[in-house]
T-cell receptor, first 110, second 117 residues
């Protein structure tokens, strides 16, 4: 079983749609959680951290459920520019190593 | 602006060549930096943890004699792919975190695309 699992997609959605990505992690000792965005052939860029109480940044909402070891990302009013691969990333806290999910590919179409 | 600089961004060279990649934290100290590799359509895989002033810690299956890591200062780590072969062609990315901010996101370099002919 992978340490961080994501549905690879692709998710094909029209502009303006709401789309949700899910992620599960296996290490219950994980300390911090992030969503990164990676464009084709580029490095990952931080989209947002994920806090236990849930957090929102504009059109993006992240949720964390520690009991279920589950993380989600909701994107509202999708834009063409949201097309990318979204990586669920977990920090083990001990050595600060990051473990990446396989990524979920989103394609927003006109 | 960028807080982690990686150089070069693209390398094409012949089989058997050794290639050095630099990773610099631009305005902060990073005792620890990380090196990742990403093959097409796959996620990033941690190769090794680079520790300033001590030996790097390699992940299982990563040859330490093949991938030499040097972290000689608090702002610079280098990865040298020795005697590179076509199967070493990949996207190599480094990351660093400010020493004063535990559990905070890491910053990634722009990545180095290595193509071995």
């Amino acid at each position: 079983r992978k340490e961080v699992e994501q549905d690879p997609g692709p998710f094909n959605v029209p502009e303006g749609a709401t789309v949700a990505f899910n992620c599960t992690y296996s290490n219950s000792a994980s300390q911090s959680f992030f969503w990164y965005r990676q464009d084709c052939r580029k490095e990952p860029k931080l989209l947002m951290s994920v806090y236990s109480s849930g957090n929102e940044d504009g059109r993006f909402t992240a949720q964390l459920n520690r009991a279920s070891q589950y993380i989600s990302l909701l994107i509202r009013d999708s834009k063409l520019s949201d097309s990318a691969t979204y990586l669920c990333v977990v920090n083990d806290g001990a050595g600060n190593m990051l473990t990446f999910g396989g990524g979920t590919r989103l394609m927003v179409k006109p | 602006g960028a807080v982690v600089s990686q150089h070069p961004s693209w390398v094409i060279c012949k089989s058997g060549t050794s290639v050095k990649i630099e990773c610099r934290s631009l305005d902060f100290q990073a005792t620890t930096m990380f090196w990742y590799r990403q093959f097409p359509k796959q996620s990033l895989m941690l190769m090794a943890t680079s520790n300033e002033g001590s030996k790097a810690t390699y992940e299982q299956g990563v040859e330490k004699d093949k991938f030499l890591i040097n972290h000689a200062s608090l702002t610079l780590s280098t990865l040298t792919v020795t005697s590179a072969h076509p199967e070493d062609s990949s996207f190599y990315i480094c990351s660093a975190r400010r020493d004063t901010q535990s559990n905070q996101p890491q910053h990634f370099g722009d990545g180095t695309r290595l193509s071995i002919l």
